[in-house]
């Protein structure tokens, strides 16, 4: 999943964003709204991280997700032939 996809569903995604970034408050994830650089800055806040640190861990977040997703395509019940 691409930055852009994460951002458009925001509001899906704030979920597992909060799961993986327990520190990052309600009202965080308000503020971040899909902005990838606002993410960076409020782990960095919470965290006390350096920005190249948050940046692998947001990159790190955004391609596991890319991973699942394409685990999840082409798993239904009409792609399974038998």
Do not use: C
Request: no cysteine; hydrophobic share 30%.
């Amino acid at each position: 999943m691409n930055w852009d996809q994460i951002a458009g569903q925001w509001k899906q995604m704030q979920g597992k964003v909060k799961e993986k970034f327990g520190k990052l408050t309600d009202d965080d994830l308000k503020q971040i709204a899909g902005k990838r650089d606002q993410l960076i800055g409020k782990i960095q806040e919470r965290y006390g991280l350096a920005k190249e640190e948050a940046q692998r861990r947001v990159d790190e977040f955004a391609s596991a997700h890319q991973h699942a997703e394409a685990h999840q395509v082409g798993h239904g019940p009409s792609n399974n032939p038998r």
